[in-house]
């Protein structure tokens, strides 16, 4: 089983920029998709962006050309670095993780950005 522990959230004013980690732990560690999600309170989790193995990623449209995400292969990380971060960005991000049958997820690192 993978374990994500993700880390980097914290409070920010509107316009300012952030960047999550999310630190993979596991031997032999191979990926299908890694990802980032987001949930607001009272909101559904939604999906933010993801990167899969051979190296394209896709973003969702309310962050495109604002966030971006990438990967340390040789860390074992996963990274979404946010700029001109909104209050609607506020949300409890997510790393996900799939390899095959396995998924995995983190338990989430407070973002909030105050206007």
């Known amino acids: 089983q993978v374990q994500l522990v993700e880390s980097g959230g914290g409070l920010v004013q509107t316009g300012g920029s952030l960047r999550l980690s999310c630190a993979a732990s596991?031997?032999?560690?191979?990926?299908?998709?890694m990802a980032w999600y987001r949930q607001a309170p009272g909101k559904q989790r939604e999906f933010v962006a993801n990167?899969?193995?051979?190296?394209?990623?896709t973003y969702a449209d309310f962050v495109k050309g604002r966030f971006t995400i990438s990967r340390d292969a040789a860390k074992n990380t996963l990274y979404l670095e946010m700029n001109s971060l909104k209050p609607a960005d506020t949300a409890v991000y997510y790393c996900?993780?799939?390899?095959?049958?396995?998924?995995?997820w983190g338990r989430g690192t407070q973002v909030t950005v105050s206007s």
């Open positions: 996900f993780y799939n390899h095959s049958a396995t998924i995995s």
């Open positions: 990167i899969r193995s051979g190296g394209t990623s």
């Open positions: 596991g031997s032999n560690f191979r990926f299908n998709v």
